[in-house]
C-alpha cells in the first residue's frame, strides 16, 4: 500500500492512490501516542503492509528536493516556528510515521531556494509541501498545464505549466482565507504597538476572523454569504494574478482548479468571476496526490514536478 499524508491547517488526511481516504483533527492527533496513530492509520486504510509514505509537514522550506524522512534535517525546516497555528498534532504524526518502520519520504514546500520563476522568490516562501501533493494529483489525472487555489482557512495559489511548479503566492502574501490572512495596515499596527506577535495577527487576518466569527457553522445565513463571496472574490483576484504568470510562460489558458472544504460552494462564484470555468477538487486530493508521488517514487520517477528525488529517497523501497 502506498499512503499520502496531507498537513492541512485543521486536520491531517491519510489517502491511498486508489482514493481511499481517512483525517484526523491536528487537536486529536496531538492526544495519540505514536503507536496508536499508526493503528489508527493502518485500521482505517485497510492494510498495515506499506511499501512506501509521501509525508508532507509544516512548510517544508528546509529542502528544495524530496529526501527519504530520516535524512531531512529539523522536519523539513529552517526552523521551527512559522507562519500559523502549533498545536503538535502534525509533530506526532511525523514522529509516528518515523518510529513505525515503514519506509517514507518527506516532501518539500516551494520557497525563495526553489526552482520556480525567479521574479516570485521576491516572497520568501510559495507553499506548503502538501500542496506538492495536491498538484501531482491534478497532473496525474486531469492535466499538464493548471492553476490551483486552495481556499479555505487559508488561501494559497500555484501555476503548473508543462508538468512543472513555475510559481505560488501564500497564504500571508495576498488573498485571506477564512481564518488567516496577509497583514493589513492595522494589524501591522497591533503588532509594533505590541498588541500582538505576528504569527497571530496573521492567525486573525482571515475573513471569518474579522466577522468575530470562529467558523461558518457561527454564521446566520447572511453572515454565510458574505464570508463565502467575499473568499470568492479574492479567490478569482489571486487566479487572475497568476494567470498573468501563465501568459508570460506562453500558457494563456490554463486549466483552474479550486481546493478546499468551501470548493464546491465557491466555485460557481469563482468560475462567474473568472469568466471560465473552475472545477473543484475533492477534500482528500492533497493525500491522494502524495499517495500518487510515494507510489511514482517507488517506481523510480527521479523528477516529480520538477522537484528533484534524492537518490537514496530512491531507494526507500530497498530499506
Known amino acids: 500500500m502506498f499512503i499520502g499524508v496531507d498537513h492541512g491547517t485543521t486536520a491531517i488526511r491519510f489517502a ?5 481516504c481517512w483525517e484526523i483533527g491536528r487537536r486529536e492527533a496531538s492526544r495519540h501516542s505514536a503507536e496508536e496513530i499508526v493503528e489508527l492509520i493502518a485500521r482505517n486504510l485497510g492494510s498495515d503492509v506499506v511499501d512506501l509514505v509521501a509525508l508532507s509537514y509544516s ?3 528546509g529542502l528544495t528536493r524530496i529526501v527519504r524522512l530520516q535524512d ?8 521551527q516556528d512559522g507562519a500559523g497555528q502549533h498545536v503538535g498534532g502534525g509533530t506526532q504524526v511525523f514522529e509516528a510515521i518515523r518510529a513505525s518502520g515503514w519506509p517514507a519520504i518527506l516532501l518539500p514546500g516551494i520557497h525563495r531556494a526553489s526552482d520556480v520563476d525567479a521574479r516570485l522568490k521576491v516572497f520568501s ?3 506548503s509541501p502538501e500542496k506538492v501533493g495536491l498538484a501531482y494529483g491534478v497532473f496525474r489525472e486531469k492535466s499538464r498545464n493548471f492553476i490551483i487555489c486552495d481556499a479555505s482557512s487559508n488561501t494559497v495559489t500555484f501555476a503548473v505549466l508543462e508538468g512543472r511548479i513555475i510559481g505560488a503566492i501564500d497564504a500571508p502574501i495576498f488573498a485571506p482565507g477564512l481564518k488567516q490572512g496577509p497583514l493589513d495596515v492595522a494589524a501591522i ?6 498588541k500582538m506577535t505576528a504569527n497571530q495577527a496573521f492567525n486573525m487576518g482571515g475573513i471569518l476572523s474579522k466577522m468575530g466569527r470562529a467558523g461558518l457553522d457561527e454564521c446566520h445565513p ?3 454569504r458574505f464570508a463565502l463571496e467575499s473568499l470568492s472574490l479574492f479567490a478569482a483576484m489571486e487566479i487572475n494574478g497568476l494567470l498573468v504568470l501563465c501568459r508570460d510562460w506562453g500558457t494563456p489558458g490554463p486549466e483552474i482548479f479550486l481546493a478546499g472544504s468551501p470548493a464546491a460552494e465557491i466555485s460557481p462564484l469563482v468560475s462567474k468571476l473568472l469568466g471560465q470555468w473552475v472545477r473543484p477538487l ?3 486530493a492533497a493525500a491522494r496526490g502524495c499517495a500518487w508521488i510515494a507510489k511514482d517514487v517507488f517506481g523510480g520517477a527521479e523528477r516529480i514536478l520538477g522537484l528533484e528525488v534524492d537518490e537514496f529517497a530512491l531507494s526507500s523501497k530497498k530499506d
Open 16 to 20: 491511498t492512490p486508489e482514493g481511499r
Open 59 to 61: 512548510m517544508g522550506d
Open 72 to 79: 531531512a534535517p529539523n522536519r523539513g525546516l529552517i526552523q
Open 125 to 127: 516562501h510559495g507553499m
Open 189 to 194: 499596527r497591533d503588532v509594533d504597538s505590541g
Open 222 to 224: 447572511e453572515e454565510m
Open 282 to 284: 475533492g477534500r482528500c
